[in-house]
């Protein structure tokens, strides 16, 4: 199984993601059988390391986001992917404009498919520490629903 976690940087809120959620697979003995990556819808960050607050935070609650390198979202992960997750609304209006009509993979909004008193992980990237520790809150709380999904589809 393969999940693609999308925001709009690629540097603070989807690699967020996907670092808990290699966390949570490998403690779960599932790291082998899922395959996990992040990107953005936007370009201006591919190459660039995971943003130094959010890389920071997610130290702080042992995840290392050191090895994530930003990337921008590209047609072939509709075909590549089984799970394309979502951060905000308007991440999502821009992967449903470019998915191709043969696209296999199923798309959603992250924190809306696993029915959070939330449906967008808020961008994080103009505001304060607290912001980056509410991404945590919600993605943790979210990857926990993800992972219960995975089982079930392994
Ligand atoms: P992300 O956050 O989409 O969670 O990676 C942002 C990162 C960069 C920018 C905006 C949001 N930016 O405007 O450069």
Redesign the pocket.
């Known amino acids: 199984m393969k999940v693609l976690f999308v ?10 993601a996907e670092g808990v959620f290699r966390h949570k697979l490998r403690a779960a003995g599932l790291d082998s059988r899922v395959q996990v990556d992040s990107a ?3 370009d ?2 591919s190459g660039k390391p ?2 130094a607050r ?1 890389r920071q935070a997610a130290l702080r609650r042992g995840y290392d986001l050191s090895a994530l390198r ?1 990337r921008q979202v590209e047609v072939e992960d509709f075909h590549r992917f089984d799970l394309i997750l979502a ?2 609304e308007s ?1 999502l209006r821009n992967l449903q404009a470019m998915r191709p009509d043969d696209a296999s993979a199923d798309l959603d909004l992250y924190l809306r498919r696993y029915s959070l008193a939330l449906d967008e ?1 808020p ?4 505001g304060g520490e607290d912001g980056f520790e509410q ?1 945590l809150d919600l993605i943790e709380q979210a990857s926990e629903a993800l992972l219960s999904e995975v089982r079930k589809r392994l």
């Open positions: 925001c709009l940087g690629n540097i603070c809120r989807s690699p967020t953005g819808t936007a201006w960050h995971a943003d959010t930003a951060m905000d991440n992980v961008d994080p990237y103009y991404v």
